[in-house]
């Protein structure tokens, strides 16, 4: 099983900005796909961007525009840039595979991220 690690989840104002990261354990070149997931308030987990090995990035509405998925293979990253952040972008980020977000599992601790005045 994958350790993941996330972390760089903090409270700030509508707006601002913040960059998550996320550690594994494992050399990411052997995943095809990555991702960060969010749980908001009240919702399920949802995806937020995913990245492929090659580099591809897919992104969900809410975070086109707003949102930058990177990762770094030989330091087995994945990262996730917000800037922009809302109110409604509360909540508890993770990091994942695709296939163990398809099968919910894997999920690490998350870190929290609060946008408030």
């Known amino acids: 099983q994958v350790q993941l690690v996330e972390s760089g989840g903090d409270l700030v104002q509508p707006g601002g900005s913040l960059r998550l990261s996320c550690t594994s354990d494992?050399?990411?070149?052997?995943?095809?796909?990555m991702g960060w997931y969010r749980q908001t308030p009240g919702k399920q987990r949802e995806m937020v961007a995913t990245?492929?090995?090659?580099?591809?990035?897919t992104y969900a509405d809410f975070a086109k525009g707003r949102f930058v998925i990177t990762r770094d293979n030989t330091a087995n990253t994945v990262s996730l840039r917000m800037n922009n952040l809302r109110p409604e972008d509360t909540g508890v980020y993770y990091c994942n595979s695709d296939q163990s977000w398809q099968l919910d599992t894997g999920w690490g601790k998350g870190t929290q991220v609060t946008v408030s005045s």
């Open positions: 494992t050399n990411l070149f052997s995943i095809n796909l």
């Open positions: 990245i492929s090995r090659g580099k591809l990035t």
